[in-house]
């Protein structure tokens, strides 16, 4: 039976829980989103869900971890047994087929990265063969846009995805003692590298005014649905929220560790850094004329890098920066992923080797990121996600992260404030934090974030219903692919979560902790 | 992941001319559509792709030229006869709601990192 890890400094755990909550929607889903909602406009509700929603989820996550001493699917059943623990479950499964895919992501990033060093990411035109009746001629999109399709319809692809896992496998293969080191490094230059875009934007021409555009609100959308909705998610996401991390990385702290400010302190930092990469990206946008689209991947592998190909000069430099930057941040982010779910399953089944898991967990995701690679061109024309791969991850991110987290928070809301009661959580945490969690804490857990997240999912459901499984007419072709999507993840995640619930013993984890201490 | 789509444009006969000067809120500049049919309106579209974004429709006149006003700062993207064309649209005065925007933002984000040092 091995002994569990433990973080050697609280700086440790903070970097490590900050890099897993600052990933590549940090960096390019946020300025997004704020464009798509207003900007300053957006802004107002946005910090208003991170103090009702985000900071007291995130506390509740981080409690959890200290009070129970195990991972999120264990500390769910010490409150409320089996049924809870299926949830607990749920969640994580639900987080795998996220973590499978966003190394793909992460993947394509590597692929750019590489391409970045070259020219052909950014000067001469790319023909992109694969692509329209006898290929796509060279300048018939711009470059970035046929350099990442070029790369995605090669196997290429799966070779990059088999370079991140070996990453992953590689800083999640001794727990704290690997990963700590990673993030001690990973983190500060993402902070780094981010100046140094920071500062080439808001010097560019106009790039200041692009960071005027970023905070001014204009005020006639903030009674929008559409917007709270909007700001409340992305709290909830950018949090790392609901994927059992927090409680994962809190459960490797000594019993008398100072949540609150963690806490806190974790939350700000994530928001504080969405913040400082508006100033990046909004002044390249304002500077350049590019117009964003509210998606990850087109700001992140078209906007962005069309924005760095307009530079005066060191369009080189930046590119490989940029890609640098989100390969930290997205490394950070899913060794934390892999590690939530390793460190369940470990917890659930002490006699079996860690090692083991790690590579069990990694070849299940390694499956899953080579489908959403696959480069069969599905789509000549480009009209709609080029390749098979692209169009089955862009469903499976429908489904999973758009509700398989916030389904996942309910629940843990409603354990801890109706099972539980959240008075003990707010008891733990004050026994050893500085900074107080008032009563407020209590009605938050138990009345207000249940009601919001439930409000969250049913506003999803409903558009669905009005208009289309995602945008999909039910009588129409990309109907049964939605669904399919739909039944993979729901059928998916609910099995898996059934058979791990009820195989082993969680008694088995409470012994492993016995063990370390 | 819907924005992903891509529509490849047909390049268009007409070509979209602006005086080269940055484009400031309310100041009028020159514009001018070479090779547009004639009654072509300049199509204007403020903060395209977000939820603010909304048009206006300028007419040309014979040569194609048309004094526009810009109604507002932010991305903009003009239109006319299968041409379109990217400009930033600059803000008249400082902003200052976006100042105080700003200020609140950082107070609280970043002003929650001296909680690190609490314990």
Sequence with gaps: MEVRGQWSSRMGFILAASGSAIGLGNIVFFSANAYKFGAGAFYVPYLVALFVVGVPVLLLELGLGSWSGQAFPQALHKIGGRPAEFFGWFGLVSATFITAYYVTILAWVLGMWVGAWGDALWSPSVALPAFGDGGLPAGAVPNPVASFFAMLSSWRNVLFVAVIWAFNIAIVWRGTKSIEPAVKLFVPLMWLFMLVLIVRGVTLPGGMQGVALLFTPDFSLMGRVEVWHGAFSQIFFTLSLGFGIMTAYASYLPKRSDQSASGLMIATMNCAFEMVAGFAIFSLLFAFSVVPKASTLSMMFFVVPAGIAAFPAGVKLFGVLFFTLLLFAGLSSSVSLVEAMALAVCDKLPHVRRSTVVLGVSLFGFVGSTLFAIPKVIDPGLDGNGTLGLSLLDLVDHWAFSYGLLLTGLAETIIVGWVLGPATLREWLNAYGHLRVGKWFDVLVKYVIPAILLFLLLYSATNEVRDGLYGHDMAGAGAPFAIGALLVWLLGSLGVAGVLTMAGAPEGAAHRVEVAS | ?119
């Design chain 2, 1 to 119: 992941m819907t924005g992903l789509l891509l529509a490849v444009l047909a390049a268009g006969a007409a070509e979209i001319e602006i005086a080269d000067v940055p484009l400031v809120e309310g100041e009028p500049v020159a514009v001018r559509v070479t090779g547009a049919a004639p009654g072509t309106p300049l199509e204007v579209t403020y903060r395209p792709g977000s939820e603010l974004e909304h048009e206006e429709s300028l007419p040309l006149d014979r040569d194609g030229a048309v004094a526009w006003r810009p109604a507002e700062p932010g991305l903009v993207t003009l239109a006319a006869d299968g041409a379109t064309r990217r400009v930033s649209v600059r803000f008249a005065h400082v902003p200052w709601s976006g100042v105080a925007v700003f200020l609140v933002a950082a107070t609280l984000l970043f002003g929650g990192w001296r909680w690190r040092w609490c314990g």
